[in-house]
């Protein structure tokens, strides 16, 4: 597609479930990004690949969360055994190359956790 | 560490007055660079502006205009003549290096600008 897509748009989970977003990047977009927006919040780092490495992770906020990227595309976001403040919007963002900070966003993914 | 403050929280005008919003950064780093973003109430964030530490030269864009001031620490950013369509929730952000680390922004809290008519 022509924009940064993310699925699931919403998703509702219940309070220690395993949830999984998913990130299609931008084509040639080397590299990739993942944000967290909580309500009424700036944006979070979490990481960000450059291909399929991950040279900062630093941003994942516990061991629960964890990320990969295959084949320089697609990326998926993974929270185990889900909190209530991991609530939170989840955005994707790419880039065609890793220095420019010109990033293209998805429309991110609603996580709701009951 | 970084930080960015955007001390607006909400700002409503009419259509057709100019409104700025205001951005403050903190950075330890002799190099860096500063964005702002806007999303519209879709929720994709859409990128607007990128400056680097070393050209502090105003800019323009349309309705759009930037004022950059180091000494103060700050990128403001001024919309000329409102229209309905700039309401949107406007972020600042900073990045610091050249590789890498350029590409990890910190985000201010953002601004909601709400242009009626």
């Known amino acids: 597609g022509a924009g940064v897509s993310q699925s699931p748009s919403n998703k509702v989970t219940e309070k220690g479930k395993d949830v999984e977003l998913r990130c299609d990047p931008i084509?040639?977009?080397?590299?990739l990004y993942w944000y967290r927006q909580r309500l009424g919040q700036g944006l979070e780092f979490l990481i960000y690949?450059?291909?399929?490495?991950?040279?900062?992770k630093s941003g994942l906020p516990s061991d629960r969360f964890s990320a990969e990227r295959t084949g320089e595309s697609v990326s998926t976001l993974t929270i185990q055994r889900t909190q209530q403040e991991d609530s939170a919007v989840y955005l994707c963002?790419?880039?065609?190359?890793?220095?420019?900070?010109?990033?293209?966003f998805g429309e991110g993914s609603r996580l709701t956790v009951l | 560490a970084q930080k960015v403050t955007q001390a607006q929280t909400e700002i409503s005008v009419v259509e057709k007055e100019d409104v700025t919003l205001d951005c403050v950064y903190e950075?330890?780093?002799?190099?860096?660079?500063l964005f702002w973003y806007k999303q519209p109430p879709s929720g994709e964030l859409v990128f607007l502006i990128r400056r680097n530490s070393f050209d502090e030269q105003n800019e323009i864009s349309g309705r759009y205009s930037w004022n950059f001031q180091k000494s103060t620490s700050s990128f403001n950013f001024t919309i000329t003549a409102s229209q309905v369509v700039d309401s949107a929730v406007y972020f600042c952000a900073l990045s610091g290096g050249f590789t890498g680390t350029a590409s990890k922004l910190t985000f201010g809290t953002g601004t909601r600008l709400q242009v009626t008519l």
């Open positions: 690949f450059q291909g399929n490495s991950a040279p900062d």
């Open positions: 084509s040639g977009h080397t590299a």
């Open positions: 950075t330890r780093d002799t190099t860096y660079y």
């Open positions: 963002a790419s880039s065609p190359t890793s220095n420019t900070g010109e990033l293209f």
